[in-house]
């Protein structure tokens, strides 16, 4: 197998998520599965192709720097799991 | 016309409405009426908005007795999927992480039907954030196709899908990354397009994969299709993404005319995995368009077995940086306990995500990590950039394409579930044009076994209306378009 019990660790520390050993084991499997698929692409040639990151012409659109009305501050943090004095609630970060 | 009104479609409906022979209140009573019936046959809907629709129902009708009209759309019940960001109603995607969101602003879309005096019915299922081909992902219900409650109304539309088909709204709107809109039609017997990249605002749509996405609608018939385009479609500038232009009337394309229309068919999306019922039907359709004055050749587009491995590297890279910010500090679920500040976002989104979502982000964050990036994302985005290439060299000849939309009719539900690579096969003829960024539309062509055989139109770049042209030829000269399903 590409991917190793070792890799699902790793990028699932990267993703920010918890896998139980079970849950690592059958991720392990699904992942190796769904690589080994994708590098059939290895197989193509992409000397001097650039890559495509929007399909149309499109770039840097700007506009003109005006300042607009945005949400009210009540209205943004009524979905906060814990808020305080106007502010989204954390736990501590600096000790 | 038909019978009952909840058959009718979205023009039947507004035509009733003009002609004063029914209110919008009895319209939407009626949907209602019917919603309660299926529903608990099909679970199409994730939020029902009764009240609120009577409401927007009664407003239309206080309108109308004004002399007041704003359209089409005026008075009309229509569905959202659950992946539109709606003002004060719930907007789950389905998902446990946002079940309790309630977005402080309408997605562009919502808004603009809102202004066209549309009635919203509900907010409709779908597998979570989007990520599936059969609407099985949801975290609160899975979704049966009213064609035969034993089989999925594909994914991941499948409640706009549904709703549709089954007479519980005149219209829905889906969103499609992969195919999302597309093979949902399919396996419901509608007609759904995913427009040109860039064509519709994805503003406040909970983003799945940034370049790909594209909001369209589901419909009974290509008369309705075009109806909801013109709401839609258009400039905003709230989409860096969304493209500036004159914006046309696209139901002054439902010409029933196709002589010298060019058609390719391209012989890559008729390979292994294509069931041979869906091939057949799609050949029938290629006859009637020679019949009715149109050329038919066969066309190549060589890269096209490439595009399921650039889909699932680019949409899951995509997918693992949009839903970082599920991190349960500024909304939607956070875990109850939690140690420090990391173990907050890995709890969180170790209990708020399901199984396929955690499944993406994973393969995308293995693709875009350091020593990957390269070899899979890069990779993956020329490779890209040679399937567009592909799709550029066949319309110099012809002007649209046809193609099976799913490899098979609907599959039965619990079938692919525990298997990831053969769900994704559902998607081979679809996401294709997500990578090229080309309009595709879905229209019924057949059925094998009760269940709807659907063929898929695609267009260059912004040339809806040659899609919506063919479409329309294809429907007035075959009866698939007035077939409702039994429930």
Redesign the interface.
């Known amino acids: 197998m590409a991917?190793t019990i070792k890799?699902?660790e790793?990028?699932?520390k990267?993703?920010?998520?918890?896998?139980e050993e079970n849950e690592i084991l059958a991720?392990t499997e699904?992942?190796d599965?769904?690589?080994g698929?994708?590098?059939?692409?290895?197989a193509?040639d992409?000397e001097n192709?650039?890559?495509?990151?929007?399909?149309?012409p499109?770039k840097n659109?700007f506009?003109e720097d005006e300042i607009q009305a945005s949400?009210?501050r009540d209205?943004?943090l009524?979905?906060?799991?814990?808020r305080r004095g106007g502010c989204?609630r954390?736990?501590?970060?600096v000790e | 016309m038909k019978n009952k009104m909840y058959e009718w479609t979205l023009h039947e409906a507004r035509q009733a409405l003009r002609d004063g022979q029914v209110t919008s209140v009895a319209l939407t009573e009626a949907i209602f009426e019917r919603i309660e019936a299926v529903e608990p046959k099909i679970d199409a809907f994730i939020t029902l908005l009764k009240e609120e629709a009577l409401e927007s129902a009664r407003a239309a009708d206080a309108a109308f007795a004004r002399g007041e009209d704003l359209g089409d759309l005026h008075g009309v019940p229509i569905a959202i999927k659950d992946n539109m960001c709606t003002t004060g109603i719930p907007t789950t995607c389905a998902s446990k992480m946002l079940e309790n969101f309630r977005p402080p602003y309408d997605g562009t879309v919502v808004a603009k039907l809102k202004a066209a005096g549309a009635v919203i019915v509900g907010k409709t299922n779908l597998d979570e954030f989007a990520m599936g081909s059969s609407t099985e992902n949801s975290a609160f219900k899975v979704t049966r196709n009213p064609w035969n409650t034993d089989y999925v109304p594909g994914g991941s539309s499948g409640g706009s899908a549904a709703s549709v088909s089954a007479g519980a709204a005149y219209a829905s709107l889906g969103s499609d990354t992969g195919g999302s809109i597309r093979q949902p039609a399919s396996l419901c017997g509608l007609v759904g397009l995913k427009p040109t990249y860039g064509l519709v605002s994805r503003y406040g749509l909970v983003a799945f994969a940034s370049s790909l996405d594209q909001i369209g609608p589901f419909t009974k018939d290509v008369e309705d299709c075009a109806i909801m385009m013109n709401a839609i479609a258009g400039y905003d500038v709230k989409d860096g993404t969304s493209i500036q232009q004159e914006k046309p009337d696209y139901k002054a394309a439902l010409i029933d005319d196709v002589k010298g229309l060019r058609i390719g068919l391209p012989k890559e999306f008729f390979g292994e995995g294509i069931a041979q019922e869906v091939k057949d039907a799609v050949h029938a359709a290629a006859k009637i368009y020679e019949t009715l004055g149109a050329t038919v050749e066969e066309v190549s587009i060589p890269n096209a077995g490439y595009a399921l491995p650039i889909y699932y590297i680019i949409a899951s890279s995509e997918c693992s940086s949009n839903l970082a910010r599920f991190d349960g500090v500024r909304y939607g679920f956070r875990a109850p306990e939690f140690e420090d500040f990391n173990d907050l976002f890995a709890k969180t989104r170790t209990q708020g995500f399901g199984e396929e979502v955690k499944r993406r982000i994973m393969l995308g964050t293995y693709a875009l990590s350091s020593g990957y990036y390269d070899a899979y994302y890069n990779k993956a985005m020329k490779v890209r950039t040679l399937l567009k290439q592909d799709f550029d060299r066949a319309f110099e000849s012809v002007d649209v394409l046809l193609t099976p939309t799913s490899p098979t009719v609907a599959f039965k539900i619990g079938e692919k579930t525990d298997n990831p690579l053969e769900m994704y096969m559902s998607d081979i003829c679809t996401v294709p044009i997500n990578i090229a960024g080309v309009p595709a539309m879905s229209l019924p062509c057949g059925f094998s076994e009760g269940l709807p055989i659907g063929m898929q139109l695609i267009g260059k770049h912004f040339d809806e209306k040659t899609i919506l042209r063919a479409a329309y030829a294809y429907e007035q000269h075959t009866g698939y378009a007035q077939q409702r399903p039994s429930l």
């Open positions: 991917i890799d699902v790793h990028v699932a990267l993703a920010r998520l918890e896998f991720f699904k992942l599965a769904i690589v698929y994708v590098e059939m692409l290895n193509v992409v192709v650039d890559p495509t990151y929007h399909v149309l499109v659109r506009r949400l009210e209205a943004v009524t979905n906060a799991p814990d989204f954390v736990p501590r970060v």
